[in-house]
Nanobody, 117 residues
């Protein structure tokens, strides 16, 4: 039974920081490319950041230089460190696991991030 459980969302002021965590279970973690996606009201779900098992990363242009994705394979956990947060970062953030060999995908339940003064 595969589960992805996000945590760490909340309300922060512009310029603040937040760290999201996603704990995975029921899968062989090393076989999955992990990612963070977000969806704001009225908008499509978009890729924020991804990291391969070997540590190769890619980021959306809008978050480059502000966000950092990392993974701890021993803990089956992926993280998203978010700095210099802006109101436009407000969204529900979803954890994704992608087994690229056959394109099997799993999704977490999402965690709300609100950036507002």
């Amino acid at each position: 039974q595969v589960q992805l459980v996000e945590s760490g969302g909340g309300l922060v002021q512009p310029g603040g920081s937040l760290r999201l965590s996603c704990a995975a279970s029921g899968l062989i973690f090393r076989n999955y490319r992990m990612g963070w996606y977000r969806q704001a009201p009225g908008k499509q779900r978009e890729l924020v950041a991804r990291i391969t098992s070997g540590g190769i990363t890619n980021y959306a242009f809008s978050v480059k230089g502000r966000f950092t994705i990392s993974r701890d394979n021993a803990k089956n956990t992926v993280y998203l460190q978010m700095n210099s947060l802006k109101p436009e970062d407000t969204a529900v953030y979803y954890c994704n696991a992608d087994r690229t060999i056959d394109n099997i995908n799993y999704w977490g339940q999402g965690t709300q991030v609100t950036v507002s003064s």
